[in-house]
T-cell receptor, first 113, second 110 residues
Framework: SAVISQKPSRDICQRGTSLTIQCQVDSQVTMMFWYRQQPGQSLTLIATANQGSEATYESGFVIDKFPISRPNLTFSTLTVSNMSPEDSSIYLC??????????FGEGSRLTVL | RKEVEQDPGPFNVPEGATVAFNCTYSNSASQSFFWYRQDCRKEPKLLMSVYSSGNEDGRFTAQLNRASQYISLLIRDSKLSDSATYLCVVGSSNTGKLIFGQGTTLQVKP
């Protein structure tokens, strides 16, 4: 298994501000992903964080709103930009070692007022 | 139509009961199938993979019916600690992307 540390674990933010979430993994991993879980909903993939190149975004998510960095194989950041209350959600970093087996960080619970 | 559909429940069962969860998926090209477990306010964790021939892990049995695009999870002799949300997850071999169902909530009562 992989140990994944995310921070902040939770935050309350004002509308219009931006928040950067950090994800640190205890070993090098190729596949790294960012998910969102809105209240009462399941997980939705935001993007795949690619080391050394731009992230690959899923339909409905754009780089301007969710810029992602992946400077090396153990670290990634997700920024939620120009936040609105609709962005209130849990954001989860995950890594995959083999097909289908994802390990998740504990998540960052974001509330936008 | 959602790509992966589950009955959200909640399923309320007494300890010792047998409970079954169902899941359907829309993409016939899906190649990999899993059940994840998510405890309240926690991250999801892999419970088990689902193989074509069906597979068992202790009290848990997973079945796959490709023709009907249907996956099931059976829990025997339910324990209080089984209370959680069970997420059906389907993967595409083409994209490697995993699609999560909305989850089925199980509450096991003493």
């Amino acid at each position: 298994s992989a140990v994944i540390s995310q921070k902040p674990s939770r935050d309350i933010c004002q509308r219009g501000t931006s928040l950067t979430i950090q994800c640190q993994v205890d070993s090098q991993v190729t596949m790294m992903f960012w998910y969102r879980q809105q209240p009462g909903q399941s997980l939705t993939l935001i993007a795949t964080a690619n080391q050394g190149s731009e992230a690959t975004y899923e339909s409905g998510f754009v780089i301007d709103k969710f810029p992602i960095s992946r400077p090396n194989l153990t670290f990634s950041t997700l920024t939620v930009s120009n936040m609105s209350p609709e962005d209130s959600s849990i954001y989860l970093c995950s890594v995959g070692r083999k097909a289908g087996e994802l390990f998740f960080g504990e998540g960052s619970r974001l509330t936008v007022l | 139509r959602k790509e992966v559909e589950q009955d959200p429940g909640p399923f309320n069962v007494p300890e010792g009961a047998t409970v079954a969860f169902n899941c359907t998926y829309s993409n016939s090209a899906s190649q990999s199938f899993f059940w994840y477990r998510q405890d309240c306010r926690k991250e999801p964790k892999l419970l088990m993979s689902v193989y074509s021939s069906g597979n068992e892990d202790g009290r848990f049995t997973a079945q796959l019916n490709r023709a009907s695009q249907y996956i099931s999870l059976l829990i025997r002799d339910s324990k209080l600690s089984d209370s959680a949300t069970y997420l059906c997850v389907v993967g595409s071999s083409n994209t490697g992307k995993l699609i999560f169902g909305q989850g089925t909530t199980l509450q096991v009562k003493p």
